[in-house]
């Protein structure tokens, strides 16, 4: 079991295109038209609980970046994130910003100011709340709120049904409503959670010859708990 486990293929490297929207469709729409550069606003931030999407949509962006041959610098952000000046970036992405120590926060200030007063590079930045309840320094709160804001809606049970559903055709697998009921209910209920068990148990029908079914779903997660 243990073997079988460790030889899992990896899930897909998170992209705009595999994200699913659900009541998110205009925030995609805005993502879209700034790197299109359609849109003038250049700083946008989005906001939601942990299991949304933030990430996600933020390496997605990335993604597109360095296809496109854009300078793109990441931060996921700790305690020990340090922002350089950043003047030959042309993307900068910022991952729960809450994250940031006092140091850090000023360097992201600063990096703000300068990319609002040349408009050249844009910065997108996520966070778990609305910029007003963050527990950062006022000023950058304050930064944060003047341009593009979108919540990251979670989906809706029937919605990540729907993905679950989707993901497995596309894979060839056959999975019913009761396998989809059951990880809802006994599997971390975030869409990259449940799609990793969906690709495990995919390996794991594949290599033991049985069918997608509620008890061998219960076998692998009680092996992997």
């Avoid at 038209?33 to 946008?44: N, Y």
């Avoid at 703000?112 to 930045?125: H, K, Q, S, W």
């Avoid at 995919?202 to 069918?211: F, I, P, T």
């Amino acid at each position: 079991m243990e073997q079988l486990l460790l030889g899992i293929t990896p899930s897909p490297q998170p992209t705009l295109i595999n994200f699913v929207p659900g009541r998110n469709a205009e925030l995609l729409q805005a993502l879209d038209g700034v790197l299109a550069g359609r849109e003038s606003e250049r700083i946008i931030y989005l906001w939601g609980p942990p299991g949304c999407g933030r990430s996600h949509l933020l390496q997605g962006v990335a993604g597109v970046c360095m296809r496109n041959k854009m300078s793109t610098a990441y931060f996921a952000c700790d305690e020990n994130t340090h922002f350089a000046d950043g003047s030959e970036t042309d993307c900068v992405l910022v991952d729960d910003v809450d994250r940031l120590n006092d140091g850090a926060q000023i360097g992201l200030f600063n990096l703000y100011n300068r990319i609002r007063d040349e408009g050249a590079a844009f910065l997108l930045v996520t966070g778990p709340a609305a910029p007003a309840q963050l527990k950062l320094r006022e000023d950058l709160v304050t930064r944060l709120g003047w341009g593009l804001v979108y919540q990251v809606h979670e989906l809706t049970d029937e919605e990540k049904v729907e993905a679950m559903k989707s993901h497995a055709i596309s894979r060839g697998l056959d999975l019913s409503q009761e396998v989809c009921d059951y990880l809802l209910r006994h599997e971390r209920r975030d869409l990259p959670s449940l799609m990793a068990t969906l690709d495990a148990l995919d390996s794991y029908s594949l290599a033991s010859q049985r069918k997608i079914t509620v008890p061998l779903v219960r076998e692998l997660l009680q092996a992997t708990s």
